[in-house]
């Protein structure tokens, strides 16, 4: 996503498709659903932590204005996301200095090892919230083991796509 209004084109419909998904469809109690996290992992790698976690919160909160849910979750999850993206985007991204310059250049490996731990962290904050010590730890963990796995490969689709669709451009 070099351009910024392809990147805002992007946003718009993830924010949108999220707050249809949280509005209209309920899947499972076990399962949420975070299209809106790939905004923040695909955000540009030079970004500092402050920027990420302005840019997390403001998507946060549009994603919880456009839901159901109780306004400031989402925010806060994605603005803890944005805390830890650069330290684990230093951790996860190969070593390579011309493949470290953007997520595009990282592969789809390295973006699953990238988003992994970014969903894990989401999905911690926003469960807590949810839960809020009434829900049983089992039923938490569970929601968080499933949740985790469909989103890091959600991600990974998207990842995918937007992929995709770049090596089409370059030949």
């Not at 994603?63 to 803890?80: C, E, F, K, Q, R």
Request: with cysteine; charged share 15%.
């Amino acid at each position: 996503m070099r351009s910024p209004v392809k990147y805002i084109i992007v946003a718009v419909l993830l924010i949108l498709a999220q707050g249809a998904l949280d509005n209209y469809v309920n899947i499972s109690i076990y399962l949420d659903i975070a299209m809106c996290l790939y905004l923040l992992l695909a955000l540009p790698v030079r970004w500092g932590t402050v920027p990420t976690m302005l840019a997390g919160f403001v998507i946060g909160l549009l994603v919880d204005i456009l839901g159901n849910g109780i306004l400031g979750m989402s925010a806060a999850a994605m603005t803890a996301a944005g805390l830890c993206r650069r330290g684990i985007f230093n951790l996860t991204a190969p070593k390579e200095n011309e493949k470290r310059q953007s997520i595009e250049t990282i592969g789809i490996r390295s973006f699953i090892y990238y988003s992994a731990p970014l969903t894990v962290i989401y999905l911690a904050v926003y469960i807590l919230l949810d839960s809020s010590g009434f829900r049983p730890a089992g039923f938490c963990l569970a929601r968080l083991g499933i949740s985790a796995a469909v989103n890091t490969a959600l991600m990974a689709f998207l990842y995918a796509i937007s992929s995709d669709n770049r090596k089409r451009r370059m030949r």
